[in-house]
């Protein structure tokens, strides 16, 4: 559990189907708090991160971190639109979901006491939620919750149609759409899922899409072991069948659990609607969810489409309206919500349905479409990648993605997945082989963003060859033509030089990004670990601690202070420029390190870092990404 030690913070992962809060804890002992010796251990140093107790609670810290971090996107995306209707009066008219708070109790029941015994303090079910359960409500409550990750003991006493509220945007009301539009076909993906989630969502659909559009629902179950999937649910789709002859459902099960990309695609193989929805199975569609999107398939068909998800909270089941957004990805894919592009606020129409570089994983396209460019990529491993890989696809083989506003789909933010408890293995393997598929000269941007040695890393990434058949079939633009046109925000990384840690040959240690927060780099015996990652760019520029994969997003340089200050600083890069403090260093692997604009060098004087006249002490940089 090595990789968990450290605290990268991978916020976003906000892939459907996989909505993740991983995080990489990276810790150092100076971060970590106290450091008693110089000899880092890196027992003792991951040690106290170890305890699984700990981890749960960074998760749930993570989780927050990613809520709020949300919360701030939307807040950005808000300001740039003309929107009357506050969110606040979304929340508002949002489910009064307090089954645990009910008010009638049984005459000679117990009145609940404001100090009901919480039996489970430390659960995130518990923070905010069903205060006055009794202790064994709380127990079956807790048990159903670490069964699946969100709320089950709350669904099961919801309606299946419970009313969802209104959170379009403000100019999807006044839209209309033709009466003849695509059939569609809804593919729900499902694993363990419980029970009364699944009836809610067939419930939505059927429900909330006019009965001539949705021709079917195709059942995919990627080999679940749940009991109440088999007979209990088999039972309410009889049901559903009679109470709607015209509708097709149609089961497909795995007999081993496949993953994400394949059981998708063993989904649209079941197909035969003109449109398929691929979505995951614990969503609530809203009303006129199927008409926006169909609508732009009709006008294009090689357009890729995706609904807005609200987030539906794992805790109290209460709908959260998200705006509007692209979606998007770092060098590691782990996927997040992105502004669009310039150019659409321009309209200033938040309803309008905007082009976004990559998809979340729910994905609604024209079934023979979908099918001619190669549908998912089946040789993903059970989940991650395969979203971004389908938006570059789509992208660079004459297609094109967007997000469609007036299409909202609620989807439960699960507090942990039932796939595996770390899916980084996966991730990792699976953004290799977009990068080796997909990435041309840029695959190993993948490698740098995962630290991951750019050859002999002894990760399987699988066959590939029918794939990059596929691509030169599809007669594929390269990838720099998808960085230039569709996704400029991503840093394409290309004049980077040299990167790992910076270790000074003259006294063996490395230079580590030292506290955080904080503005100053420290010597530190070397590790290799996130917080001594360095990378050293053409133009100049050393960061330290790592580097980001957007244009938006400002690197930490390695500083020269000036004047007659000796300690190096470590800033934000606009920041320190602005300041006129020295962030360009010339440097060879093997030499000195020296800055530009005030020709002094950083040496290491009794093991401390510091910014002197050039003594020539002797630099060298972990990988070499070009000779310099
Ligand atoms: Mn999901």
């Given at each position: 559990m090595r990789a968990v030690s450290f605290k990268r913070v991978v916020l976003i992962a906000g892939c459907v189907g996989l909505l993740l809060y991983l995080g990489m804890f990276l810790r150092t002992g100076h971060e970590a708090g106290e450091r008693t010796g110089r000899q880092l251990d890196p027992d003792r140093a991951v040690g106290s991160f170890s305890n699984l107790e700990r981890s749960l609670n960074n998760l749930t810290k993570i989780l927050r971190g990613f809520e709020r971090r949300q919360d701030v996107m939307q807040k950005i995306l808000e300001e740039d639109r003309d929107t009357q209707r506050k969110v606040a009066d979304v929340l508002q008219q949002a489910m009064q979901i307090r089954v645990g708070q009910k008010e009638q109790q049984h005459e000679d029941a117990p009145a609940p006491q404001k100090k009901s015994n919480k039996l489970f303090p430390n659960s995130p079910l518990f923070k905010d939620w069903g205060q006055n359960l009794s202790e064994d409500e709380q127990k079956e409550a807790q048990a159903l919750f670490e069964k699946y990750g969100y709320n089950v003991f709350l669904s099961d006493r919801l309606p299946l149609d419970r009313p969802l509220p209104d959170t379009r945007e403000k100019g999807c009301l006044k839209r209309t759409y033709e009466k003849d539009l695509p059939t569609v076909g809804v593919v729900l993906i499902y694993l363990n899922e419980a029970l009364s989630i699944l009836k809610r969502a067939l419930r939505s659909i059927i429900d909330r899409t006019p009965k001539r559009l949705l021709k079917e629902i195709i059942m995919v179950d990627d080999n679940s072991s749940n009991e109440n999937l088999k007979g209990d649910l088999d039972a309410y789709i009889k049901s559903l069948e009679e109470e709607n002859p015209g509708l097709r459902i149609t089961r497909v099960r795995h007999t081993?659990?496949?993953?994400?990309?394949?059981?998708?695609?063993?989904?649209?193989?079941?197909?035969?609607?003109?449109?398929?929805?691929?979505?995951?199975?614990?969503?609530?569609?809203?009303?006129?969810?199927?008409?926006?999107?169909?609508?732009?398939?009709?006008?294009?068909?090689?357009?890729?489409?995706?609904?807005?998800?609200?987030?539906?909270?794992?805790?109290?089941?209460?709908?959260?309206?998200?705006?509007?957004?692209?979606?998007?990805?770092?060098?590691?894919?782990?996927?997040?919500?992105?502004?669009?592009?310039?150019?659409?606020?321009?309209?200033?129409?938040?309803?309008?349905?905007?082009?976004?570089?990559?998809?979340?994983?729910?994905?609604?396209?024209?079934?023979?479409?979908?099918?001619?460019?190669?549908?998912?990529?089946?040789?993903?491993?059970?989940?991650?990648?395969?979203?971004?890989?389908?938006?570059?696809?789509?992208?660079?083989?004459?297609?094109?993605?967007?997000?469609?506003?007036?299409?909202?789909?609620?989807?439960?933010?699960?507090?942990?997945?039932?796939?595996?408890?770390?899916?980084?293995?996966?991730?990792?393997?699976?953004?290799?082989?977009?990068?080796?598929?997909?990435?041309?000269?840029?695959?190993?941007?993948?490698?740098?963003?995962?630290?991951?040695?750019?050859?002999?890393?002894?990760?399987?990434?699988?066959?590939?060859?029918?794939?990059?058949?596929?691509?030169?079939?599809?007669?594929?633009?390269?990838?720099?033509?998808?960085?230039?046109?569709?996704?400029?925000?991503?840093?394409?990384?290309?004049?980077?030089?040299?990167?790992?840690?910076?270790?000074?040959?003259?006294?063996?240690?490395?230079?580590?990004?030292?506290?955080?927060?904080?503005?100053?780099?420290?010597?530190?015996?070397?590790?290799?670990?996130?917080?001594?990652?360095?990378?050293?760019?053409?133009?100049?520029?050393?960061?330290?601690?790592?580097?980001?994969?957007?244009?938006?997003?400002?690197?930490?340089?390695?500083?020269?202070?000036?004047?007659?200050?000796?300690?190096?600083?470590?800033?934000?890069?606009?920041?320190?420029?602005?300041?006129?403090?020295?962030?360009?260093?010339?440097?060879?692997?093997?030499?000195?390190?020296?800055?530009?604009?005030?020709?002094?060098?950083?040496?290491?004087?009794?093991?401390?870092?510091?910014?002197?006249?050039?003594?020539?002490?002797?630099?060298?940089?972990?990988?070499?990404?070009?000779?310099f």
């Open positions: 081993e659990q496949k993953g994400l990309a394949f059981a998708r695609a063993s989904g649209w193989r079941a197909a035969t609607a003109d449109v398929v929805a691929i979505l995951d199975a614990h969503i609530e569609v809203h009303e006129l969810w199927a008409e926006p999107l169909l609508t732009q398939i009709k006008a294009d068909r090689t357009t890729v489409v995706s609904p807005v998800f609200d987030r539906v909270n794992f805790d109290d089941l209460k709908v959260i309206q998200y705006l509007p957004a692209a979606h998007a990805f770092d060098w590691a894919l782990w996927c997040m919500y992105e502004g669009f592009a310039p150019d659409y606020y321009k309209h200033n129409d938040s309803s309008r349905p905007g082009k976004s570089p990559s998809v979340m994983g729910i994905l609604v396209a024209d079934r023979k479409f979908l099918g001619e460019i190669g549908v998912l990529d089946e040789g993903m491993k059970i989940y991650g990648g395969e979203n971004v890989e389908l938006g570059i696809r789509v992208w660079t083989c004459g297609g094109s993605v967007e997000v469609v506003p007036c299409s909202k789909i609620a989807h439960i933010e699960r507090f942990h997945k039932p796939y595996m408890p770390d899916l980084t293995p996966a991730m990792k393997r699976n953004a290799l082989r977009v990068a080796e598929i997909w990435m041309d000269e840029y695959k190993h941007n993948i490698n740098l963003a995962w630290n991951i040695p750019f050859e002999n890393h002894g990760i399987d990434i699988g066959d590939v060859s029918e794939r990059k058949k596929l691509r030169e079939r599809l007669n594929c633009k390269p990838f720099k033509w998808y960085l230039d046109n569709v996704y400029p925000k991503l840093d394409p990384w290309d004049n980077l030089l040299a990167y790992g840690a910076l270790k000074n040959l003259d006294s063996e240690l490395c230079v580590d990004q030292g506290p955080v927060p904080g503005d100053t780099p420290i010597s530190y015996d070397c590790h290799y670990y996130g917080p001594q990652m360095a990378y050293y760019r053409q133009t100049g520029e050393m960061y330290i601690g790592g580097i980001k994969s957007h244009k938006y997003n400002d690197n930490r340089c390695l500083t020269d202070r000036g004047e007659k200050k000796t300690e190096p600083g470590l800033f934000n890069c606009k920041e320190a420029m602005q300041k006129g403090m020295g962030i360009y260093w010339d440097f060879t692997q093997g030499k000195e390190l020296k800055n530009r604009q005030t020709k002094r060098c950083l040496e290491m004087v009794n093991r401390v870092l510091v910014i002197q006249e050039c003594t020539g002490q002797r630099w060298k940089i972990q990988n070499l990404i070009k000779d």
